[in-house]
């Protein structure tokens, strides 16, 4: 169970509400983690820039850039 539960998208203004969808339409694991951050709008929307410039930036394959998300979860015990 979260200590600090997610914000619903209807309680989000238009901004953070956006950058929430976008992230979900690319990024769909990383919804509930936004959705709390949420509380902090500008946080939120920082982290999503920096999830999408972490993971669709750079020379590293975006493929290997997944599985070592996926491997750094289960060494963590951490659902991804």
Same mark, same amino acid.
């Given at each position: 169970m979260a200590r600090i539960e997610?914000?619903?998208p209807e309680a989000m203004d238009d901004?953070?509400?956006a $950058?929430?969808?976008e992230v979900q339409d690319r990024r769909s694991e990383m919804t509930r983690l936004l959705a709390t951050l949420a509380h902090r709008p500008a946080m939120m929307q920082t982290l999503a820039a920096h999830i $999408?410039?972490?993971f669709e930036t750079g020379t590293v394959e975006q493929r290997l850039?997944?599985?070592l998300a996926v491997r750094v979860s289960?060494?963590?015990d951490c659902g991804y």
């Open positions: 997610p914000v619903p901004e953070t509400r $950058a929430l969808a $999408a410039a972490v850039k997944e599985m289960q060494i963590n």
